[in-house]
């Protein structure tokens, strides 16, 4: 932990893209090529990175937008009433990189915001609301039509409401998005993601 922190204390000084950067392609990392038994340390040591990040620059969207994300992350390897606490954190830091700059990152902040509120559980648990999560990651979509992220999570919780025509379509539009310069690993892990939830959905097509 004191070397995360020191790391964290170091990157505080440089240049906001340059951090930014560094969180991203590290989530990545952890996200798809890190063994499951060993995600959840390692995010939680990112999490360390990106909250030096974000402290060190709160008034850059983009910042706040990968705390929420590696927030999101850790709370899907922790699970249960403990990652409550987790995902409340990174909405906050989704609602006030929008009001910041709701354009930042290609709309994640929507995006990241609306696949929240579908996957988290609703109330009493939760504010899980499908209703609020359709409306985020369609402006989500609105602000990055062609995007990987954008068209996979309106796919997904397509497919979660059992809508699979919509599903597919958007899925399919997930797969032929065009590659993101120096996201090869995010990239690659999320075509995996929407290929298997594709072949779901075209299961239920058929029957």
Do not use: C
Request: glycine share 10%.
């Amino acid at each position: 932990m004191a070397t995360v922190l020191l790391i964290g204390i170091a990157i505080a000084g440089e240049p906001a893209a340059s951090t930014v950067a560094q969180v991203r392609d590290r989530w990545a990392l952890i996200n798809y090529q890190v063994p499951k038994a060993q995600r959840e340390s390692a995010f939680e040591d990112l999490l360390a990175q990106a909250q030096a990040l974000r402290q060190a620059n709160p008034r850059d969207a983009s910042a706040l937008i990968w705390e929420g994300i590696v927030l999101s992350s850790l709370a899907g390897e922790q699970g249960g009433m403990g990652a409550l606490g987790l995902v409340k954190r990174a909405r906050a830091d989704f609602e006030a990189a929008i009001k910041l700059d709701e354009n930042a990152l290609d709309g994640a902040a929507y995006t990241s915001l609306g696949a929240l509120y579908y996957q988290v559980p609703g109330w009493p648990l939760g504010f899980g609301d499908d209703d609020t999560a359709r409306a985020m990651l369609r402006k989500g979509l609105a602000i990055d039509p062609d995007g990987i992220d954008a068209n996979y999570f309106y796919g997904d919780f397509l497919r979660d409401q059992k809508d699979w025509a919509g599903a597919r379509a958007a899925l399919q539009k997930a797969l032929s998005a065009p590659a993101r310069p120096g996201r090869d690993v995010a990239d690659a892990g999320r075509r995996q993601e929407a290929q298997l939830k594709l072949k779901d959905v075209t299961a239920h097509l058929a029957h």
